[in-house]
């Protein structure tokens, strides 16, 4: 019996590709036009995009973490001032690597919805998101009410 290990939260799944999207079957809000081929491709190339520089970005911050890391070892003689500002710079590599760990979630997220089920839905209220929020924010799950309401409480 073959089992598979667990997905992980930087593991991504290897994308099945605009050709896979029926550009007739993302929503639109009224008044908007319905989405092109053309359109479609653009959008997969750029979410592609943005998980290899997110995950480059991921690369470069943990090298960082791991040399503060080993730099903080060797700390003998260091002042409070040098110690706390290595403190700072780890937590700072910290920070910026679980938002780039988080972006990476949000956009594999989103081409998994464009290339299944879901992109360009809302998940409050079921409604179009809207084509133009889409194209200008592709991770978005809310349409602009919905995320306005979020943002009230």
Not at 139 to 146: E, G, M, P, Y
Request: aromatic letters at 2%; one cysteine or more.
């Amino acid at each position: 019996m073959t089992t598979t290990a667990p997905k992980t939260s930087t593991d991504t799944v290897t994308p099945r590709g605009a050709e896979s999207v029926d550009p007739a079957t993302l929503p639109v809000r009224p008044g908007e036009d319905a989405w092109t081929t053309e359109e479609v491709h653009e959008l997969h190339n750029e979410l592609i995009s943005e998980l290899e520089r997110l995950q480059n970005e991921i690369d470069a911050a943990e090298a960082a973490i791991s040399g503060l890391m080993r730099d903080s070892n060797d700390g003998a003689g260091d002042d409070q001032v040098d110690a706390g500002t290595k403190n700072i710079s780890r937590e700072s590599e910290l920070a910026l690597a679980n938002n780039a760990r988080d972006s990476l979630a949000q956009t594999q997220r989103a081409l998994d919805r464009l290339e299944g089920v879901g992109f360009g839905t809302c998940e409050s209220c079921g409604q179009a998101i809207g084509k133009a929020r889409m194209q200008a924010f592709p991770r978005a799950t809310l349409c602009v009410q919905c995320k306005a309401k979020q943002e009230r409480r």
